[in-house]
């Protein structure tokens, strides 16, 4: 009976640790639909927070430079991308 008990709670705190791990990604999202093209990069980490990777651009796009990588959202095919040209102003985001 009492390891009964105690897998129900390590089961509802595993739960409840998922629900908390995933607060920020869905945050990462919402304001991620705020961000505007031609935002400078002070502007998005006020609005984003620091990113969890950064990125600099090569050949894969042209009129990027560098791009702040965020967690997205449990199920998401991919992380929110924000991608910068030389200015640091946005040139492109990926929020799937």
Known sequence: MKIRYVLLILVFFGLGWF????LQPYLNRENAEKIRL???S???IQL???PDKKSIL???RVDADTAYLYR???GSSEEISI???EA???VHVTND
């Open 58 to 60: 090569f050949a894969s």
């Open 38 to 40: 031609g935002m400078t």
């Open 72 to 74: 997205a959202p449990f």
């Open 42 to 44: 002070e502007k998005v």
């Open 19 to 22: 629900q908390f791990d995933q």
């Open 88 to 90: 640091e102003k946005v």
């Open 48 to 50: 984003m927070g620091q």
């Open 83 to 85: 991608s910068f040209d």
